[in-house]
């Protein structure tokens, strides 16, 4: 063989794979994919294993219902097992690190074996697209010691953004810091005891960026907002904030976004945000002691 001839075979060889890489192709369960990329030496998830991935979700009529590029930060997931046949979780497995794909997902199927109603914005007998770019695959180990020390990284960034802040708006001397990052300046003295963990609060909030633009807050609403302090009802920043003032005390909570919303974004608010809440504790009552729990948020519109 000349090396015209390998020249040539070798471009078929190509053009083939190329042909394979992007055609639709089926799984023995059903499933209908596209691969885009793939490494066959990158790491291949495996069930229990923690993805990440970015993903743009679309209906029938090619609307985005979801798109994690716009949103600032991928998806993460542990990995399980299918919850049926051909489900977006079974072709998860087929990914590894680097990799990009589109899934297919008969609409109807979906949402019958998840036992869901389906959305008005997805039509009966439509398809749903699934485009994925797997950012990485890490063991829970792995995971938990990158997300111990990115948290570690950001506190200090958050704790330079606080001091810059008060520096700022000359609210230095006034501040108190806590062992936790938490900073606290109050404005209007208030009296008598502080809300402990289990105490039923009734507080006024307004959420707000360093910058001043408000992204919540309960004067909006009309009412003060009712909770159970330390119940993990909110961030723990505020349950740590609340229980730091008397009944009728208004004051001002700097909160690291590692006792905020975290790395991850919530509604209006980026992933990362230090934030400040001007906080009013307009009267408390005892109750019982909270049960642990995760905590969860305030709020956010």
Not at 16 to 26: D, E, F, L, P, S
Not at 55 to 70: A, E
Not at 160 to 171: G, P, S, V
Not at 179 to 193: D, H, I, M, R, W
Request: hydrophobic share 35%; proline share 6%; charged share 25%.
């Amino acid at each position: 063989m000349n090396l015209k001839t390998i020249g040539y075979a070798m471009g078929i060889t190509i053009l083939a794979a190329a042909c394979n890489k992007y055609r639709t192709q089926v799984t023995e369960s059903g499933l209908k994919y596209q691969i885009f990329e793939h490494d066959d030496d990158a790491r291949k998830a495996k069930l229990g294993d923690i993805m990440s991935f970015h993903m743009v979700l679309k209906n029938g009529s090619d609307s985005t219902l979801r798109d994690t590029y716009k949103e600032g930060n991928p998806y993460k997931m542990v990995l399980q097992a299918p919850q049926y046949k051909g489900s977006f979780e079974e072709g998860l497995t087929l990914l590894a690190t680097g990799d990009s794909a589109k899934f297919m997902i008969n609409a109807d199927t979906m949402f019958a074996k998840i036992g869901q109603p389906m959305p008005p914005m997805i039509k009966k007998g439509s398809e749903l697209t699934f485009t994925v770019k797997v950012v990485s695959v890490l063991t829970s180990e792995e995971f938990q010691k990158q997300q111990s020390e990115s948290a570690v990284k950001q506190k200090a960034i958050d704790a330079k953004t606080i001091e810059a802040f008060l520096a700022k708006n000359n609210l230095k001397g006034k501040a108190r810091k806590t062992a936790s990052g938490l900073y606290y300046v109050p404005q209007v003295e208030g009296a008598g005891a502080s809300p402990a963990a289990g105490d039923n609060v009734k507080v006024h909030y307004t959420g707000k960026f360093l910058d001043g633009k408000e992204f919540d807050s309960s004067k909006n609403q009309g009412k003060p907002l009712d909770l159970q302090v330390g119940a993990g009802m909110v961030i723990p920043g505020w349950e740590e904030g609340i229980m730091l003032m008397k009944k009728g005390e208004k004051g001002l909570l700097l909160i690291p976004s590692g006792l905020a919303y975290g790395p991850e974004a919530y509604g209006p608010i980026p992933g990362n945000s230090v934030l400040q809440f001007e906080m009013e504790l307009i009267d408390f009552s005892k109750g019982q002691a909270a049960p642990a729990g995760p905590p969860v948020a305030p709020p956010a519109k």
